[in-house]
């Protein structure tokens, strides 16, 4: 009997020694998953009061000013394509040869008959001077030098009938060679040795890339708050999130009968940034109005269906701050808050999932710049915000020198 009590005794001692080591180890995991998330400066944003701009939108592409579109004038075979695309030509350098055979015969033609009535001009008018004479001395009647004189004024026409058609040989064969209007760049080329040439056909395309712009169509609802001299911000297909600005130059004062939009030309405000190639893309915006605001990077914005907050830090702690934002600065490609967070609240960069509302946060200290650049390096990769590890993998912090 004595036994068996001795036994229960040692087994509920044994079992209360069990509750308080579980008891133990349950209070230090707690105090090891309240350790705070370690996060640096670079982690964090201030939000700040930016200046705004609205206004109509803006699409269309970027274009040259300065542009021909050289087409044959006479009817001829292409002898030679002298340039393709992409090659720069100086103004008045030889593009396409046509064939000018026909023409010159002509030229040589017209010529020859230009200076045959040349000299029946000049018999004529030796004649007619002869007819004068002999009129003063009573040797010639009146009817005879008059017809000399007809003779002579039908030569001098004869003579200018075939002065124009030399002339006109002339220009025609020197339009048998397509030559560059201005310094600039074959942007087209159209045909090809062997090809025939109508009158009007298109042989090559030349622009001037330094003359770039953007033209660009507004809406009709739009186009009364626009006007010359306005700022535009916009962007161009194919490069990336670079911003483009330029001013408008000049409205169109007449809306496409179809589409009702107004065609409208601005110019790039830095010369040297404008694009290089034509028929780009580009949408943008124009600064009609300015005002003032906060503003949240878009990488600090979360969203959960169609509700948007941030992780703001409080204290030593995060909190969840629901949000209201507007539309997004086409300039800054931040978007507008309308409430949630007041100017000078720092929130996390770059969240994750595993960020907690309530979570406790240790700043960590600014890294020292005379620190070797391997150093920097380590410390940047441990400063990125995670979740708070398990105590068994988390190494205390470091002192900082």
Known sequence: MFRHILLVVMVAAALVACSRSSEKSDKGAGTAGERPLLISPEDLLTVRSNALASGPSITGSVQPERRADLRAEVSAVVLQVLKENGDAVRRGELLVRLDDTAIRDSLTSAEASSRAAGQAYEQAGRQFERMTTLRKSGMASAQALEDAEIRRNNAQSDLAAAETRAVQARQQLQRTGARAPFDGIVSDRKVSAGDTAQIGKELVKVIDPRSMRFEGLVSADSIGAVK????????????????????????NPAANATTRQVEVLVGFTDPGQQPKLAGLYAEGRIETHGTTGLTIAATALVREGDKDFAWRLKGNAL??????????????????????????????????????????????????????????????ASAQPAAPAPAADRAPPKSRK
């Open 319 to 380: 909190q969840k701050a629901s949000l209201v934002i507007g539309e997004r600065d086409p300039r800054s490609g931040e978007f507008v808050l309308k409430s949630g967070l007041a100017e000078g609240d720092r929130l996390i960069r770059h969240p994750t999932p595993a960020l907690k509302d309530g979570q406790k946060v240790e700043l960590a200290a600014a890294p020292n710049t005379s620190t070797s650049a391997p150093n920097a390096s380590a410390h940047n």
């Open 228 to 251: 010359a001299g306005q700022p535009v911000v916009f962007r161009v297909n194919g490069y990336g999130e670079q911003d483009f600005t330029g001013r408008i130059t000049r409205v």
